[in-house]
């Protein structure tokens, strides 16, 4: 019972993000947005959807000891997420929309890494499942998020352009301080 409420939770929340995603995409592109990146933009919400599925699945019985010994790091994750989320206001997006004259947001998060809500994500997609006993979506979807990540990173930084680029000059993408992270 325990699992199902938290999984629904997490469904719930991403059901909330995408209302909120489409509002802030209404109200870029009003302000003459751009989108980039559409191409991977499905293959993103599949992986996405398909993890809590395979989750369910998955799961084993319930271990409290395993479960809330995890809590800590999946609430960690939520709240990166949502300072992430804060900081970029009306910015925020599950899309990758820019509007091309904006500054680049260095605040928050932003000051210590490029990309907060990437690492938020990573540290999820690892995290639940093991909450779960499901080991093998673990692995699964921390490598196709990884996969995805790496054209979904890449397709953004180039669509943030110069200015965004040196804003971040030597701030790491997802692990600040760590080369290469």
């Known amino acids: 019972m325990v699992t199902l409420v938290f999984l629904g939770a997490l469904a ?12 802030n995409a ?3 592109f009003a302000k003459r947005a751009v989108e980039v990146g559409t191409g991977h933009y499905v293959a993103m919400t599949v992986l996405h959807g398909a993890f809590l599925v395979a989750c369910f699945f998955e799961q084993r019985p319930f ?9 800590p790091l999946a609430l960690a994750a939520q709240a990166l997420r949502y300072w992430a989320i804060y900081t970029l206001g ?10 091309p004259d904006a500054a ?40 196709g998020n990884a996969v995805l990540l790496s ?4 397709t953004e930084e180039e669509a943030l352009g110069p200015r ?13 301080g760590v080369k290469g992270g």
């Open 26 to 28: 209404a109200k870029a």
């Open 12 to 23: 719930a929340e991403r059901l909330v993000e995408l209302v909120i995603s489409k509002r």
């Open 63 to 71: 271990d409290a000891a395993r479960f809330f010994g995890l809590l």
């Open 151 to 154: 054209v979904r990173i890449r």
């Open 164 to 176: 965004w680029q040196r804003a971040f000059t030597g701030k790491r993408r997802l692990l600040p």
């Open 90 to 99: 009306d910015r925020w997006n599950t899309r990758v929309i820019v509007l």
């Open 104 to 143: 680049p947001v260095t605040g928050g998060p932003y000051r210590f890494m490029r990309h907060p809500n990437y690492l938020a994500v990573c540290v999820e997609m690892a995290v639940v499942p093991l909450m779960l006993g499901a080991y093998l979506t673990a692995a699964a979807f921390s490598l």
